[in-house]
Nanobody, 123 residues
């Protein structure tokens, strides 16, 4: 069983930065993909960024391209999302997710989910 625990959310002013972390425990496939999703009130959950665990290719939503960076530390079994130049529209609950089988980031499915961490960007 894989467990994901997010941390690093909070309140920040527009233009500021936050780094989210997702600690991974349990056995994951070497070909799993991992992603950061977000869901704002009244909106559908959307993929923000994804990465294959090996070899580390990255995918980003157009809305965060150039501002967010996804990375992972395989030794620490941790996934990160560095968020810069934050905007009020980035306000959402951010979730870390992982697939149990090899797949493509945009396709999924994602079988394991964290509990979410709130990110609030004030204008």
């Amino acid at each position: 069983q894989v467990q994901l625990v997010e941390s690093g959310g909070g309140l920040v002013q527009a233009g500021g930065s936050l780094r989210l972390s997702c600690a991974v425990s349990g056995r994951t496939s070497s070909r799993s993909v991992m992603g950061w999703f977000r869901q704002a009130p009244g909106q559908d959950r959307e993929l923000v960024a994804g990465i294959s665990w090996v070899p580390g290719s990255r995918t980003y939503a157009d809305s965060v391209m150039g501002r967010f960076t996804i990375s992972r530390d395989t030794a620490k079994m941790t996934l990160y999302l560095q968020m810069n130049s934050l905007k009020p529209e980035d306000t959402a609950v951010y979730y870390c997710a992982a697939s149990s089988e090899p797949t493509i980031v945009r396709r999924g499915p994602y079988d394991y989910w964290g509990q979410g961490t709130q990110v609030t960007v004030s204008s």
